[in-house]
């Protein structure tokens, strides 16, 4: 059973850091792709940033990149979601999720509140 855990958010002043962690369970083979997307209130789910099981593929939405960094953490089991220089905008909910490429993914996890404020 595919279980995916976030933790990390909280609250933040603008131009703070936050570090985002998944731990994920009951991976299979199929499952390559970790990534990493939120919501915010009125807003529809949008791309953060992904990285493959192996960590040689990330890649980042445009409104992240250069501020955040996805990695793995391979004795841990997790995926972490390194965001620096926060803006309001970044507000919202974080979603990790899990899938077989960064186009598809079919497991998420229950999310965690990021806010930031100005």
């Known amino acids: 059973q595919v279980q995916l855990v976030e933790s990390g958010g909280g609250l933040v002043q603008a131009g703070g850091s936050l570090r985002l962690s998944c731990a994920v369970s009951g991976r299979t083979f199929s499952t390559n792709r970790v990534g990493w997307f939120r919501q915010a209130p009125g807003k529809e789910r949008e791309f953060v940033a992904s990285i493959s099981w192996s960590g040689r593929s990330t890649n980042y939405a445009d409104a992240v990149k250069g501020r955040s960094t996805i990695f793995r953490d391979n004795a841990k089991n997790t995926v972490a979601l390194q965001m620096n220089s926060l803006k309001p905008e970044d507000t919202a909910v974080y979603y990790c999720?899990?899938?077989?490429?960064?186009?598809?993914?079919?497991?998420w996890g229950q999310g965690t509140q990021v806010t930031v404020s100005s």
């Open positions: 999720a899990l899938g077989a490429t960064m186009y598809k993914y079919d497991y």
